[in-house]
């Protein structure tokens, strides 16, 4: 019983460790927790509405933020951070190192 267990536990970080290694994955977690620092709420979390504002340009769709303005674990702030990657990697540029350099250059993507 307790050896199928530590051997489940052993899988999962086996799998934690493989999506660490994705680049993507890295950045997009780095960015989150750089974000972190400066926003306890999403920056594009709408207060007096509850609109999502990323919710309109990733999924093309306006709509109430379901989470309340937290973005751990958000999937339309990860979307979006991926797409951000994503940008920056098929234009060749540095990829930034704060979250404050991709709002800031938000409006070149």
Known sequence: M?????EEIMEERELQKQELEDPKKRWVLKMVKSAKRYHKLCPYYDK?????LLMITVEG???KCDRDGRYDGCPVFNKFLEKVYDSY???????PNDFQDVVN???II
């Open 48 to 52: 007096k509405t509850g609109m999502c």
């Open 105 to 107: 250059q938000a409006y």
């Open 61 to 63: 769709v306006q709509g």
């Open 89 to 95: 990697k098929s234009r060749r540029k540095v990829l």
């Open 2 to 6: 307790v050896r199928e267990i530590d």
